[in-house]
């Protein structure tokens, strides 16, 4: 089995910052592309940012210029680093990985979910 474990949301003020960190643990052959979505209350989640395995990334226009997404293929993790956050921001924010496990069945796995609050 594989999860994906998330930490690093919160509380913050407009215009601050947070850091996300989701990381993939268990029978893992090779992880592909990796991303963080967002959903906000009443809404559809949405992506917010991937990242290929060769480090190719993409962003929402919402979040272009404020948010970085990077991964550590070593440590099977992948980061949002959230910076100028706005009210709107505020979701619940979903880790998302496309693995090949060990037994080299591909399968798209969901973190938990991380709260990310921001008060104007």
């Known amino acids: 089995q594989v999860q994906l474990a998330e930490s690093g949301g919160g509380l913050v003020q407009a215009g601050g910052s947070l850091r996300l960190s989701c990381a993939a643990s268990?029978?893992?052959?090779?992880?592909?592309?990796m991303g963080w979505y967002r959903q906000a209350p009443g809404k559809q989640r949405e992506l917010v940012a991937s990242?290929?395995?060769?480090?190719?990334?993409n962003y929402a226009d919402s979040v272009k210029d404020r948010f970085t997404i990077s991964r550590d293929n070593a440590k099977n993790t992948v980061y949002l680093q959230m910076n100028s956050l706005k009210p709107e921001d505020t979701a619940v924010y979903y880790c998302n990985a496309h693995i090949t496990t060990s037994s080299f069945a591909l399968y798209n796995y969901w973190g938990q979910g991380t709260q990310v609050t921001v008060s104007s």
């Open positions: 268990g029978s893992i052959f090779n992880i592909n592309a």
């Open positions: 990242i290929s395995s060769s480090g190719r990334t």
